[in-house]
């Protein structure tokens, strides 16, 4: 049987419906696109590339100047052997032999500067020694 008259079944207040737009992010809290996730890691992998050449480049210049660097020393070596030998007049007996050809002028105008800095070295050991 139908229920009584007692039930009110009047009309029921409908809540209000919710919008789309409330739900909707705000721009600064939506996730990134697929599409900005592939630029950001293609730039990231082409930074990656950049710093990897560079890196390879400045190692290259610092193993060359390191080559030189002990070529230079050699050469500073045998000029201050042979700077020595000059000057204790015994150049003949030397066990180190230059092999400075007329035509190498980069080799003589080295020794030449190397003689004048030991020149100046030993002037300055007979200087007085400045007290403190």
Do not use: Y
């Amino acid at each position: 049987m139908p229920p009584g008259t007692a039930l009110h079944s009047g009309l029921m207040e409908a809540p209000e419906r919710d919008e789309t737009k409330d739900w909707l992010l705000p721009d600064v809290a939506l996730p990134p696109t697929i599409g900005e996730l592939e630029r950001r890691i293609e730039e990231a992998v082409s930074t990656a590339h950049a710093s990897e050449a560079a890196v390879m480049t400045v190692g290259a210049a610092a193993l060359e100047a390191a080559s030189q660097a002990h070529r230079a020393a050699d050469i500073a070596e045998r000029a201050s052997i042979v700077a020595l030998d000059v000057q204790k007049g015994a150049r003949e007996a030397s066990p180190v032999e230059v092999n400075a050809r007329p035509e190498d002028k980069r080799l003589r105008s080295f020794t030449e500067r190397a003689d004048r800095v030991v020149a100046r070295l030993r002037a300055l050991e007979r200087l007085p020694a400045r007290s403190r």
